[in-house]
């Protein structure tokens, strides 16, 4: 009450104090301006917070959010973001292993530099991208409490108006003869249109479809709660995008959980020419569908222990317990490892033959006859810096070498010697006892396999359908409303809408007519364009 009294109430000449910023009476509905023309109906006159001359820092934020125009600039600063961000691969995208700092500039130059330094490369995660996404959800949560809640209490008093200007400054208003026989046959006829009629202070009040005026804040709040729908994937475990090539045979870990995948067998099914759609344009080769017979597998202390096991297709994904992988990607007869026959130089023979993976080497391999070869170190891509020492270049095996040792009957202290393709053995160490000859090579299939987990989903969905329930609600809805009031023989009618003005005016000559009063349109109609 304290804020009533203060310098910025207003006072009408009823006697009522209004709150600032109230431009209608709440009491007698007299326009509290001085001007002449249409009334500002969008929230009944309402006071708002935003419209008060801020006192303190908490004023000047609330109507920063509360402002339509700043949250139009939010929205359009984050679309033009998002569309940057699409410029150039994000991070967890780049076809590369270097680290972001060193690709981006490598690869796009200046403009991949800046796009680096500015966080374009990992947008979505970004402090500033989620920083703007968390501005937006405030400002929808300010603007929905400054204009619903005093649109609410405005719209629960069903306002009454006695004053006269209330009436004429309305959109549509007509000023007809007529006596309580006409306005008992108008609320006749208003009841019949299934308005829902009010009466007291000599005004009468009929409306419908009053709750599409809540539409845009049921939307408010559906947007809110998708936004904070799309933030849980930043809980851990609640949402996983990630991807994993698995050999056929192989056994791997799926990133970012417990689980470990294997890829019994791929397989790649060709259309007949009797299955194709259109047997005038088949041609042998032509791929019906990709799939992955997978085994999935929980870590159990140190024991794998199968908890599912199933196909994946493409469009037709693998699940369990909200895990999803998809059928992403193929490489058939890759080259997947080297067997190679390990040769014994004094007995002029072989001692058994090994498998190594380019991909994921073995630390020991039982050779048979009491020997077994360690794999002490693996280069995938070997080079030599200016030191003379050994490294990879990348983690693709362009040129694999393997530093190996055997250990069995009389190398009991172990034998290392290199292996490097495209080498002989003894052409790097010919005094070693052992070499490894190049037997075959091991060719596979590799399965992609897009790693999914969306816990968030199902709020995602909720809020969706909360989002299109306020759109119903503001699209297939128009809040009419129908003031009467009779006076000195004269029925004063007024009309409001929030929208479809045409339909309101086609109402009202239907409502006069059923009640045999002529009511000239045309000339409310001109008196609106005039004002």
């Not at 209490?153 to 003869?177: I, M, S, T, V």
């Not at 409306?207 to 809540?214: D, L």
């Not at 317990?321 to 490892?337: C, I, P, V």
């Amino acid at each position: 009450m304290k804020e009533l009294r203060g310098l910025d109430a207003v006072k009408c000449t009823c006697g009522h104090v209004n709150p600032p910023g109230t431009t209608i009476c709440e009491s007698c509905g007299r326009p509290l301006d001085e001007g002449e023309g249409l009334l500002n109906m969008r929230y009944e006159g309402a006071a708002r917070r935003s419209q008060r001359r801020p006192r303190s820092i908490v004023d000047y934020v609330w109507r920063f959010f509360a402002s339509v125009k700043a949250a139009v600039w939010m929205i359009a600063i984050t679309l033009i973001a998002a569309i940057i961000g699409t410029l150039l691969p994000q991070e967890q995208f780049k076809q590369s292993s270097l680290p972001a700092e060193i690709f981006y500039p490598q690869t796009y130059g200046l403009f991949g530099e800046i796009y680096y330094r500015l966080g374009f490369h990992n947008l979505f995660y970004s402090w500033w991208f989620l920083t703007l996404l968390l501005m937006i959800g405030i400002s929808l949560v300010v603007c929905s409490i400054d204009r619903a809640v005093p649109l609410y209490k405005a719209l629960k008093k069903k306002r009454l108006p006695k004053d006269e200007g209330f009436f004429r400054r309305q959109r549509l208003f007509a000023e007809l003869p007529g006596d309580e026989s006409a306005y008992a046959k108008l609320r006749e006829a208003l009841k019949k249109r299934r308005f829902a009629l009010t009466e007291g202070e000599g005004t009468l009040l009929a409306e419908k479809g009053r709750i599409s005026r809540f539409g845009p804040y049921v939307n408010h709040i559906g947007l809110i709660l998708l936004i904070l729908a799309f933030m849980l994937r930043l809980i851990p475990g609640f949402y996983l995008d990630d991807y994993v090539w698995v050999w056929d045979g192989e056994t791997r870990a799926v990133p970012g959980t417990d689980y470990y995948v294997k890829n019994e067998t791929f397989t790649v099914t060709y259309y007949t020419e009797d299955e194709f759609p259109d047997p005038s344009v088949f041609r042998p080769g032509i791929v019906k569908d990709y799939q992955t017979d997978l085994v999935l597998y929980k870590k159990e202390g140190q024991r794998l222990v199968e908890v599912a096991r199933g196909p994946t297709k493409v469009n037709r994904p693998f699940e369990y317990q909200g895990l999803y992988l998809y059928q992403s990607g193929e490489q058939t007869d890759q080259l997947y490892g080297l067997v190679l026959d390990v040769w014994d130089k004094q007995k002029n023979e072989s001692v058994g033959r090994i498998r190594l993976s380019l991909y994921d080497p073995p630390e020991t391999v039982d050779v048979g006859g009491g020997y077994r070869v360690n794999v002490l170190e693996y280069y995938p891509d070997l080079d030599v810096n200016e030191k003379g020492e050994p490294y990879t270049k990348s983690t693709t095996p362009n040129r694999p070498a393997f530093i190996l040792e055997i250990v069995g009957p009389g190398v009991e202290t172990g034998e290392k010697n290199w292996v490097i393709a495209g080498m002989d053995s003894d052409q790097i160490l010919p005094d070693k006892r052992f070499k490894y000859k190049l037997a075959d090579l091991d060719f596979r299939n590799r399965s992609g396999l897009s790693v999914r987990i969306d816990r968030g989903l199902p709020y995602v969905y909720g809020a969706s359908a909360i989002v299109m329930i306020g759109l119903v609600l503001g699209f297939y809805w128009q809040h009419r409303r129908i003031w009467l009031r009779l006076r000195d023989g004269q029925l004063l009618l007024a009309a409001y809408t929030n929208k479809n003005w045409y339909g309101l005016k086609r109402e009202l000559a239907a409502i006069a007519h059923s009640a045999g009063i002529t009511l000239d349109m045309e000339s409310i109609e001109q008196r609106r364009k005039n004002r």
